[in-house]
């Protein structure tokens, strides 16, 4: 090892002395970083150019060159309606649609998903038998592969799959999962909790077990009911980790994809069609490639993703300072 070591000093050490001669002592560092900056400038932030260029420009040509300058023609068509609370009245109803699709989802998948990750965090915090053994089936899944998971239900859950003949073994009807529009709806939900929340789950067991035992004891030792403490002393000292655990769960529920794709491809109709599908969908799935109109809808989102990350630095900022002055007061 040793030797390989050497062998690498000796081949670079003219590239870091020329390197520190031009660059001087004190900036030699930005030549260490330089091939990471390298790829981050050609696979993030040049493809995030090329994407503002493309929003800005219409046409089916894909060569940046060869496309006609529109302006914010793009997002008019987007936003266009004669009645915003009649999605049929929009220019892109889809995008409406599917904007509602993703804002109904992303409520109800992050709610549960907080409401159970945090009830498996809490037992799984207990003395259990088996406890080692649970923690990892709950988390086995987020190690699966999106594509895996919704393979998976969609064999569990199709006309003739799992699910349906046990019940027909049982004596009952069967029904069709995927292809009506409320059921579809609830197993897309039902699959992204279970594919996603053994993830949530453990950032949530790590809170609860950075909490001091001491203060459970005192609450003990006080008479302090189970729901007591929970609420006051669990959810409080927890609140930290909730709020990651929330805003890494709604930036996960706006851009849902994989798992829709596979198990219902954005249907029956429209049903699960969300964001992310709608930009794949304009931008590649159909005759005509409309790449700037998929362009402008992932600016979009993009921007809802950034308001969310903003919401959640300055959660965490007022969550550090209340813990301080709660600190001081306590003093």
Same mark, same amino acid.
């Given at each position: 090892m040793s030797f390989i070591a050497s062998c690498f000093f000796n081949l670079f050490e003219p590239l870091f002395r020329l390197g520190q001669r031009w660059l001087g002592l004190s900036r030699i560092a930005w030549l260490f970083v330089a091939p990471n900056l390298i790829i981050f400038g050609l696979f993030t932030f040049l493809p995030i150019i090329i994407n503002f260029h493309y929003a800005m420009t219409a046409g089916v040509q894909i060569m940046p060159s060869q496309r006609p300058f529109v302006g914010t023609e793009n997002f008019a068509l987007l936003f266009e309606c004669r009645d915003h609370f009649d999605l049929a009245t929009c220019n892109q109803d889809l995008f409406w649609k599917a904007i509602s699709n993703t804002s109904k989802f992303t409520v109800l998948q992050v709610i549960l998903m907080m409401f159970f990750s945090l009830l498996t965090a809490l037992v799984l915090n207990r003395k259990i038998i088996g406890r080692s053994f649970w923690r990892g089936v709950f988390f086995y899944p987020v190690l699966l592969s999106p594509v895996v998971v @919704? +393979? &998976?239900w969609k064999w569990i859950l199709q006309k003739h799959g799992l699910l349906n003949a046990g019940l027909l073994a049982a004596g009952l009807d069967s029904r069709e999962w995927l292809t009506d529009s409320g059921w579809s709806f609830f197993w897309v939900i039902f699959v992204s909790i279970w594919a996603h929340m053994g993830f949530y789950t453990l950032i949530l067991l790590a809170g609860l077990q950075a909490i001091p035992r001491e203060v459970y004891d005192a609450a003990e030792m006080d008479a302090a009911s189970p729901w007591r403490t929970l609420y006051r002393i669990t959810l409080p000292l927890l609140m930290p980790n909730l709020i990651v655990v929330v805003v890494l769960a709604l930036i996960r529920a706006i851009q849902i994809f994989d798992e829709v794709f596979v198990l219902t491809g954005g249907g029956p109709g429209s049903a699960t069609t969300f964001i992310v599908q709608y930009i794949y969908q304009v931008g590649f799935a159909e005759q005509i490639h409309l790449y700037? &109109?998929?362009?402008? @809808?992932? &600016?979009? &989102? @993009?921007?809802?993703? +950034?308001?969310l990350t903003l919401i959640q630095l300055k959660l965490s900022r007022a969550g550090k300072h209340g813990s301080k002055n709660g600190s001081k007061q306590e003093r």
């Open positions: @919704a +393979l &998976l700037g &109109l998929a362009a402008a @809808a992932s &600016l979009v &989102l @993009a921007a809802g993703i +950034l308001v």
